[in-house]
């Protein structure tokens, strides 16, 4: 169960477009469409902001997307805002029936 | 509307037991799955167990599986984590979460705080 890969961090200024990387294995990220998305605001839970490589819940902005290829799955906040400006998590399901996250990427909005 | 409540963390020293209880509301407890999921201090997400709908499967991540184990009380709408033989890298605010669409975790409880410390 090794964690998927992220970069630690990850930067753009407003109105800027930023892509977060998560590449996993064949067991886990290529294996299926199950890669979820999460916003880490600083001492808060998670929120989930994209599900199913590309599905986005209900009342979350348009500005967050997703795609996937092979093993590394991708997301994209376009129009970045300083609200913007969190930790970010990717989560695979795996075909050990569990589930993985990534090491996180700290998105600073400059 | 989703309304998940974590209570019971604390300090207990390494080798002890303790048990993490998870309040759900505003959603049909019996009809979807949920997750533990946990976050040491200053560091990311790490996924560790989840219980199906109806509790006929359970997983674990490899680094608690022997040791947690996940349960959910129908009658009380109540999420469990019971852990034994804790060590010090178990320190870490736990999430309870629910699985309600495909994969993922659709809703966060806010956390509940152990610290294994001799």
């Known amino acids: 169960q090794s964690a998927l890969t992220q970069p630690a961090s990850v930067s753009g200024s407003p109105g800027q477009s930023i892509a977060i990387s998560c590449t996993g294995t064949?067991?886990?990220?290529?294996?299926?469409?199950?890669v979820s998305w999460y916003q880490q605001h600083p001492d808060k839970a998670p929120k989930l902001i994209i599900y199913?490589?590309?599905n986005r819940p209900s009342g979350v902005s348009n500005r967050f997307s997703g795609s996937k290829s092979g093993n590394t799955a991708s997301l994209t906040i376009s129009g970045l805002q300083a609200e913007d400006e969190a930790d970010y998590y990717c989560?695979?399901?795996?075909?050990?029936?569990?589930?993985?996250f990534g090491g996180g990427t700290k998105l600073t909005v400059l | 509307q989703v309304h998940l409540v974590e209570s019971g963390g604390g300090v207990a020293q390494p080798g002890r037991s303790l048990r993490l209880s998870c309040a759900a509301s505003?959603?049909?407890?019996?009809?979807?799955?949920m997750h533990w999921v946990r976050q040491a201090p200053g560091k990311g997400l790490e996924w560790v167990a989840v219980?199906?709908?109806?509790?006929?499967?359970?997983y674990y991540a490899d680094s608690v599986r022997g040791r947690f184990t996940i349960s959910k009380d129908y009658s009380t709408n109540t999420l469990y984590l019971h852990m034994s033989s804790l060590r010090v890298d178990d320190t870490a605010v736990y999430y309870c979460?629910?699985?309600?669409?495909?994969?993922?975790?659709?809703?966060w409880g806010q956390g509940t705080l152990v610290t294994v410390s001799s």
């Open positions: 979460g629910v699985w309600m669409t495909s994969r993922e975790i659709d809703h």
């Open positions: 505003g959603f049909t407890f019996s009809n979807y799955g």
């Open positions: 219980t199906y709908y109806d509790g006929s499967q359970k």
């Open positions: 064949s067991s886990d990220v290529g294996g299926y469409n199950f």
């Open positions: 199913d490589v590309t």
């Open positions: 989560s695979s399901y795996t075909t050990s029936s569990t589930w993985v």
